[in-house]
């Protein structure tokens, strides 16, 4: 073997030596690092996001006691936990390794209507796909009020919304159709139609519209065009119901004034 092929082989085996190191010395830091990740405990629960549902309720139903394995929490199902809160309409759960807190935020549900008792006191919330939040210690939403529901506590059976889906149907479609400032109540019948009452208009007192059935959000479009273009403007008596069961058609009866 000459001189250069010996120094060649001699730096080989220097490099191959040098690999192996390398790798041994990763795979060592590997199984430091997989026993810490294994061993890292939960020290606290950090909540974000939440105005209306209390920090300590949001924690009680996570169920992630201090001093937990991390490794072994499940961020799905804390979060599907979470979200039995009335006022929580999602989670997401995330584990700080480092700092050893479980991060979640929240995003709260937002009133759309507010259903009242048969006194026509305030009873609870409802968001636009009908779930109920309970009354918040403080804040009060503008909104319409929705009256004919039972006045239980509809939200200890928080797996689905516990309202009529006609009712649904309005208050999903109310923001799009541009006319959540001209409906002042909501009114259920025993068969779970739907009636309106709009906020003064014009010249107009409160009027109830009857909606019937169909296409709820081409119903309401017509209600607001109707309303500007006809209630602000007419001057030859009041209204007092809009009829709008009949598609395309908007049907009137004027106030009765007595004397």
């Not at 929490?73 to 995330?94: G, I, Q, S």
């Not at 935020?105 to 919330?125: C, I, K, S």
């Not at 918040?136 to 529901?149: C, E, M, T």
């Amino acid at each position: 073997m000459t001189s250069e092929s010996a120094n060649t082989f001699t730096h080989r085996i220097l490099r191959l030596a040098g690999v192996a190191l390398l790798v041994a010395g990763v795979g060592a830091l590997g199984v430091l690092g997989w026993r810490w990740r294994a061993s890292a405990t939960v020290d606290r629960v950090a909540v974000t996001g939440t105005q209306h549902a209390p920090p300590d309720s949001v924690r009680r139903l996570a169920r992630v006691d201090s001093g937990a394995v991390m490794v072994g929490v499940d961020p799905t199902l804390v979060a599907d936990r979470v979200t039995r809160h009335p006022w929580v309409k999602n989670a997401t759960v995330t584990p700080h390794w480092t700092y050893g807190t479980l991060t979640v935020a929240v995003t709260e549900r937002t009133p759309a209507a507010l259903a009242v008792d048969r006194l026509g006191g305030p009873a609870y919330y409802l968001d636009r796909a009908g779930y109920a939040m309970p009354l918040p210690d403080s804040a009060g939403y503008d909104v319409p009020i929705v009256r004919g529901l039972d006045a239980d506590a509809p939200w200890t059976r928080p797996d689905s919304a516990h309202s009529p889906s006609s009712l649904r149907r309005v208050l999903a479609a109310l923001p799009d159709a541009g006319v959540a400032d001209l409906v002042a109540e909501i009114e259920v019948g025993s068969d779970d139609s739907v009636q309106l009452v709009t906020t003064p208009i014009g010249g107009h007192d409160a009027i109830s519209v009857r909606l019937g059935t169909g296409d709820v959000s081409k119903k309401l479009r017509t209600l607001r065009a109707f309303a500007r273009q006809v209630l602000a403007r007419r001057t030859d008596g009041p209204i007092e119901h809009i009829d709008l069961r009949f598609d395309g058609q908007v049907v009137t009866r004027k106030q009765t004034l007595d004397g």
